[in-house]
Nanobody, 126 residues
Framework: QVQVVESGGGLVQAGGSLRLSCASSKLLFAITAMGWFRQAPGKEREFVAG????????RYEDSVKERFTISRDNAKNTVYLQMNSLKPEDTAVYYC???????????????????WGQGTQVTVSS
């Protein structure tokens, strides 16, 4: 059973920062690509950021570029999403997603991921 556990959500004022963490099963972590998605009330789930198994390749949704940074620490089996300059429109439940990957690339579609965390709420007040 692959476990994916997010943490770090919360309430922050506009312009503030939060860091989300996502831990996954040790056996898979070194060969996994990982991604962050979010879903706001009444909206579909959308891609936020992705990182390849080595960490050398990253990709971002246009609205978060220059504000969010995805990174990973393979020694700790953890991926992070540093979110700066937060805006009210960033309010959503954020989900971490994991998949094994034979190649060092990123994935942006939710259907490409096999395992998901339970989600963590991020609320940005104006």
């Amino acid at each position: 059973q692959v476990q994916v556990v997010e943490s770090g959500g919360g309430l922050v004022q506009a312009g503030g920062s939060l860091r989300l963490s996502c831990a996954s099963s040790k056996l898979l972590f070194a060969i996994t690509a990982m991604g962050w998605f979010r879903q706001a009330p009444g909206k579909e789930r959308e891609f936020v950021a992705g990182i390849s198994r080595s960490g050398r390749s990253t990709r971002y949704e246009d609205s978060v570029k220059e504000r969010f940074t995805i990174s990973r620490d393979n020694a700790k089996n953890t991926v992070y999403l540093q979110m700066n300059s937060l805006k009210p429109e960033d309010t959503a439940v954020y989900y971490c997603a994991v998949r094994s990957s034979d190649i060092d690339t990123t994935y942006v579609r939710d259907m490409e991921y096999a395992y998901w965390g339970q989600g963590t709420q991020v609320t940005v007040s104006s």
